[in-house]
């Protein structure tokens, strides 16, 4: 079961071509980051995925059932985009209930949604305020809470936690923490810790093309990746023949040990140990796998 | 018609975009102003018919007692010097003569502000929320079409609530005055209709507009063009001169809105409602051309 699948789908303004031939899958119910540079085309995907941009070519299946349909579609899909205003004159309330009835919801549960989502994004202070009357922190806030309301089954966060102050975007992120498995969730972000810690599927992008994708495990490695740091150093020798490892490297005072892929990665790490500690090395930290910014820029050099 | 559009959503964006262009304050300015015209219209128009019947009181009293000169006479007398003021057309003047004057001068005043007031109020509406990227929140819960036409829908009720509120300003003061009975009233109503039934095809040129440049700004200059091309169009294709070298010109006047003023001032149904069906024709035609655009273009 796929949530969002891609076949070749190019979008060009004039003769930039945004998406240039971008293949990708989402298995439904995953977390999935967005991983490019700037321009790398991740906001004309979500466009694209929403309906607001139809692709120049190619194909677009959101829940296997074809492209973004907002007659079959609605309240299904939630789009936190990057800039958007919400109504001019509507109070937030007005402008939520609004959305909320569009999404398919009877006024009483738009009612009890908003109101929900209004405490949960903290703004229940805010509930009568204006476009005009917020801050840019209070405008994505809101622009969160529009975007799940009514549950929907895909969601797309573009920069969610971009101008937030460190509070309120880790609070941002609990919020999106507690939303996954109930949705697929799809998150551009340039925060590449955040996505580690949220997301356990991504997808990289680069000029519009897909670089890479897969599970964070295996993107991150965290089954055949060790990396140690040590008091000093190891007869490294001895330590390849001892775990069976396919490589190391020793970067003083980091070894960085790639195993291979039949020991199970527990099993590894107690040889590894137990090795180092016959050899009388301390041990000061150890950490499995590889870093999301290192996986993402290893997968920008190979392309 | 079910199929093609979803009339709940429709509805829900129809009501929420005039409840929005309520909450403008420029919205309510202009109404204001609008209302504050017409009073200030009526009360004007009731002293210049007053001076036009004592004028008319005045010649007839060297033939009959100034004290016995009946008002219907007078009235009679004195008013058609005020409709050749309003309408150039001679067959018209004398259709008009069954018509409430306080009608007759609200009309006039309504078919001639409708535009700039339906530029004012409603010019950029679409323009205004595709270029704010608030339709980003709202694309995703309702189809383009049930969205595109629930707002025009929405600015056309807002443009009935302000030809309203200017038959209402007319009716006070003139109820403040001489009074007013529910003939007047039902004219002045009449009116009002009129007057929004060619409002709408501006509204719907208008959208035309906006939903092509997507821009406020320039939705708003665009359209002040267009006006000025509407106007230019109906003096060339109306012009002997013209219409003479190139015959076909002479049948183009009619998709110009203005060619239906005068038949819409006339009391008589049947030509009346040729003209409403072809100004609401004008208003769909020139609002399907702008959802075309739209339709397949990136929001």
Known sequence: MTAVRLVDVVKRFGRRRALDGLSLVVPRGATCAVIGPNGSGKTTLFAVLAGLLPPTSGSVQLF????????????????MPQDAAPSAHATLEQSLRYYARLAGLGAADAEREVSD????????????SRQHELSHGMRRRFSIAQAFLGSPELVLLD?????LDPEIAAETRELIAKRRG????????????ELEDLCDYAVFIEQGKLVRQGPMRELLQSDSRVRLKLTRSPDLARVRQRVGALALEWDAPLLDVRLRGDLPIDVANAELLRELLDQGVGVLELSTGQSLEASYLAARRQS | MSRLIDVRKLALVARFELNEALRSRLV????????AGAALGTYLFARSLAAAEGAVRDSLSGTLSAHSVPDDLVRQHALPRVIEFFVEDPALQKELLDVEPLAIFYG???LNLVAPLVLLTSGSAHANELATGTTRFVLTRVDRLSWALGKLVGHAALLLVGLLVGALATGVVAWSGAGIDAASAVWLGRASLRAWVYGVAYLGLFSLVALVVRSP????????????LLWLGRVLCSSPLITARVPLLAHLVWVFPAQYELALWSPRWLESLGAIGALLAIG??????GYASFRRGDA
């Open chain 2, 284 to 289: 769909a035609a020139s609002f399907a051309l």
């Open chain 2, 28 to 35: 309510v300015v202009v109404l204001a102003l609008y209302g």
């Open chain 1, 182 to 193: 109930s949705a697929t969730l799809l998150i551009s972000s340039h925060q590449l810790s």
């Open chain 2, 108 to 110: 006039f005043m309504a």
């Open chain 1, 117 to 128: 989502w209004l405490t949960r994004v903290r703004l229940q202070d805010r509930a009568r």
């Open chain 1, 64 to 79: 296997d059932a074809g492209p973004f349909d907002a007659r079959r579609d609605a309240g299904r899909l939630g789009l």
């Open chain 2, 217 to 228: 700004s320039r939705a708003r200059s665009s359209s002040v063009a267009l006006l000025f």
């Open chain 1, 159 to 163: 920069e969610p936690t971009a101008g």
